[in-house]
């Protein structure tokens, strides 16, 4: 056993660290949440040191880590700023389906450019009235020519609206429910319709949007892997990601408990700091035991997938518990602060409003409770 | 033992209820969106004698009881909680403080207007330093001649903002007696009066129609006849008042809650039209069960609290347990409500979302949970 970060990870979570505390401005931050935008300039910056992609080989302009490392980074920035650290962490969104079954000649051409922050990227997958998984989508790539034409409508599309290239995910003909494939739509061929989707609760600066495909064509050339291996590239890109989703709730927790410590310790009231009331002791201590608790599990899931290609039970442990960890920390966060917790200069409300969106981002808890016991209880 | 509602109480639920369907929440989402205030709606529910319910006919009022007051607010909430907090500020607060503290001619003055609905009240007790602990307050009032000079601010003050709002009951030290003791009374302040600014309107998360701002004192004078009640005892009359208003703010939630199940079992049907029947699986059914569970209980203890009050008999324990329990059942219900949702509850446009941002506020405004547990638990040891 060993529960040390290595030198090299302690020092890539303090680069990060001090990245997001020099340049994630608070008040830029909130004209970023109201306004609905994201955070370009800021990105640019973080890929020109190096942070988004380290889990890239070096060749493709990444740091040729793992996905501990990654989420090393993804928990620094949602700490600093949760809005900021979710818009920045979903930058690369989808990368992972190029970076782990992609031809050489894909990879050279999508993942510098996400490296670089020149391109933002993005994984088209739900769909309305998609209560089951995504175990088949109403949305078809049909094969025409030297490639294939895309019709259909996808939801909830992330970076749909800043995309260069986007991968979707399609239903191959009307075949069996498993044939599924992950095209490369690009950003200079045909466009399917967008439109936003509204105002979002938590997440703002990663505004959602719905994209429609009428006879979309595509090369050959912008299939991932082979026909038929959608679902399971699918499925593997979305272990990983629920590792990274949880290391931004781990981040948005630590991030909330960071103020509300601070706080505590300096607010008075009944002539005392607040820290001093039990009330309040019990809060913190009961926050900071679920933040290592979720830390703990988060970094396993990680290990885990780093070493042995990762174990599924684990990652929706660690997403759920994360993610829950997330909303009822902000919670308390926001409760400590009292009145001026729901205040939006106050710089606490967003984490409570973030950390609830992520929350159901890929599934929900009451989702992954249910997966859990498929998996462990398997046929009855 | 009667559970039922007098003939009175069940005609203003209805009244109320259905007021609260075809005129409030078809605009709850755009006065959330553009932070506007529906004077139009505060008209018609001022028309309904909404405001009055509980205040004797001379003074305006329905001649109702309390009981029917939050089944009112409870309703009104369910349509929109911004519209509810303004019958807790204005009624269950300022004109309830005007009618058990007032002079018959401050009644005549502001209890009449406050009760028609034709002006809408406000109440100042906290400040950047005094929050739970309201004692803790700085605002001070000095005579001088026939008058007040007040200095100081109050914030997070709801309503004020209105165009329509008229006055705002604040407390103040007033003097200091050679003990050291700091003597704390309740003043009336009109709006307008000079010396009396608005600061900034806070932008908060959520509950944006509800014009909230900071009020400023500086050198503002008001007639010395402005005291209202015992010069000695401004906060125990000002605290007395906000006993009430934990029932209101007990009775909002409720609605708030009701509105979260009312848009669960919309969704949660729909959603499973086509699939397994709902009623296969467990999980939902099982969470509905308990949210319609919490609501009664919710229901059930602020209606209880209300008719002790109406009794005329003591409602503190009830007060603060329908503020605790109802405060905190609503945030975990619309929390659970929006889980059912997924990401669709995260989009602004379905009511779910607003519902979870603003149940929070609940917790907090009027005592937070952890005050409720405090008084509750001197009560207990005594």
């Given at each position: 056993m060993e529960f040390n970060l290595s030198e090299e990870q302690i020092d890539i979570q303090k680069a990060a660290r001090e990245f997001a505390q020099g340049e994630f401005d608070p008040d830029e931050a909130s004209d970023y949440d109201r306004n609905g935008q994201f955070p370009l300039k800021i990105l640019k910056k973080a890929c020109h040191l190096g942070?988004?992609?380290?889990?890239?080989?070096n060749r493709y302009g990444g740091q040729d880590l793992g996905l501990l490392e990654n989420i090393l980074v993804v928990e620094e920035f949602c700490r600093q700023h949760s809005g900021i650290g979710v818009a920045l962490g979903l930058?690369?969104?989808?990368s992972e389906m190029i970076l782990r079954f992609g031809s050489e000649d894909q990879k050279k051409r999508y993942l510098p450019p996400i490296a670089k922050g020149e391109s933002v990227s993005s994984l088209a997958y739900m769909e309305e009235d998609q209560t089951d998984g995504f175990s088949f989508f109403s949305t078809l790539a049909i094969r025409s020519g030297d490639g294939y034409l895309i019709n259909g409508k996808k939801i909830f599309v992330v970076n749909g609206t800043l995309s260069g290239s986007m991968i979707v995910l399609c239903q191959l003909n009307k075949a069996r429910s498993e044939d599924q494939v992950a095209l490369i739509v690009e950003k200079n061929g045909d466009k399917p319709v967008l439109s936003m989707m509204g105002g979002q609760i938590?997440?703002?600066?990663?505004p959602m949007v719905s994209l429609t495909y009428n006879d979309i064509k595509v090369p050959q050339g912008n299939l991932i892997g082979e026909e038929g291996e959608g679902r399971s590239q699918f499925v593997n890109f979305l272990n990983e990601m629920r590792i990274e989703a949880a290391a931004m709730g781990v981040g948005i927790a630590q991030g909330a408990f960071d103020l509300a410590l601070t706080y505590a310790r300096q607010r008075v009231q009944f002539g005392q700091k607040i820290a001093s009331f039990e009330a309040i002791r019990n809060k913190l201590a009961d926050m900071v035991t679920r933040i290592e608790i979720a830390r703990s599990l988060t970094y396993k899931a990680a290990w885990d997938f780093d070493r042995n290609g990762g174990n599924i039970l684990l990652n929706y442990m660690a997403k759920m518990v994360s993610a829950e960890t997330a909303f009822e920390v902000a919670d308390d966060a926001v409760h400590i602060f009292g009145?001026?917790?729901?205040?939006?200069?106050?710089?606490?409300?967003h984490f409570y409003r973030d950390a609830r969106m992520v929350n159901v981002f890929g599934e929900s808890g009451q989702t992954q409770r249910l997966l859990i016991a498929d998996r462990i209880i398997g046929k009855i | 033992m009667d559970f039922d509602l007098t003939c009175e109480q069940k005609r203003i639920r209805e009244m109320c209820r259905k007021f609260a369907t075809e005129v409030i929440a078809p605009r709850a989402e755009e006065m959330e969106r553009t932070g506007e205030y529906p004077y139009d709606i505060i008209t018609q529910m001022a028309s309904l004698g909404i405001m009055g319910i509980p205040f004797p006919k001379e003074y305006?009022?329905?001649?109702?009881d309390w009981v029917s007051m939050h089944l009112c607010i409870e309703e009104i909430s369910r349509g929109d909680v911004s519209l509810g907090a303004l019958l807790d500020v204005t009624t269950s607060v300022a004109g309830n403080e005007i009618y058990s503290f007032g002079t018959e001619e401050q009644k005549q003055k502001w209890l009449i207007p406050l009760a028609q609905g034709k002006e809408i009240g406000a109440f100042g007790l906290t400040e950047p330093d005094a929050g739970s602990d309201t004692a803790a307050l700085k605002t001070t009032a000095a005579l001088e001649g026939e008058e007040w000079v007040i200095n100081g601010s109050k914030q997070f003050i709801t309503n004020t903002g209105l165009d329509n709002a008229s006055i705002i009951i604040i407390t103040a030290k007033t003097r200091v007696e050679q003990s050291g003791r700091t003597t704390i009374s309740t003043l009336i302040v009109p709006k307008g009066t000079p010396g009396f600014t608005l600061g900034e309107r806070y932008e908060k998360m959520a509950f944006h129609a509800s014009a909230t701002h900071e009020v400023f004192f500086d050198d503002c004078r008001i007639p010395k006849g402005y005291l209202l009640g015992d010069i000695y005892e401004g906060l125990a009359q000002h605290l007395s008042v906000l006993q009430t208003g934990r029932i209101s703010v007990a009775a909002i939630s409720t609605g708030l809650a009701q509105a979260c199940l009312d848009e669960a079992l919309t969704y949660t049907t729909k959603k499973y039209q086509f699939r397994q029947s709902l009623l296969e699986s467990q999980t939902i059914p099982f969470k509905l069960a308990d949210i319609a569970m919490m609501i009664e209980l919710s229901r059930t203890i602020y209606l209880k609290a209300a008719w002790l009050k109406d009794q005329g008999r003591d409602y503190t324990l009830e007060a603060h347990f329908a503020k605790l329990f109802a405060t905190e059942t609503a945030k975990k219900i619309a929390s659970d409500v929006l889980n059912m949702y997924?990401?669709?509850?995260?989009?602004?446009?379905?009511p779910i979302s607003r519902y979870f941002k603003v149940a929070k506020l609940f917790e907090i405004v009027e005592g937070t949970s952890e005050m409720q547990r405090l008084v509750i638990a001197r009560k207990l040891l005594g």
């Open positions: 942070f988004i992609g380290v889990h890239f080989p930058s690369d969104f989808g938590g997440m703002r600066m990663v009145g001026y917790g729901y205040i939006v200069e106050n710089q606490i409300e | 305006g009022g329905g001649e109702g997924g990401l669709f509850g995260c989009l602004e446009k379905y």
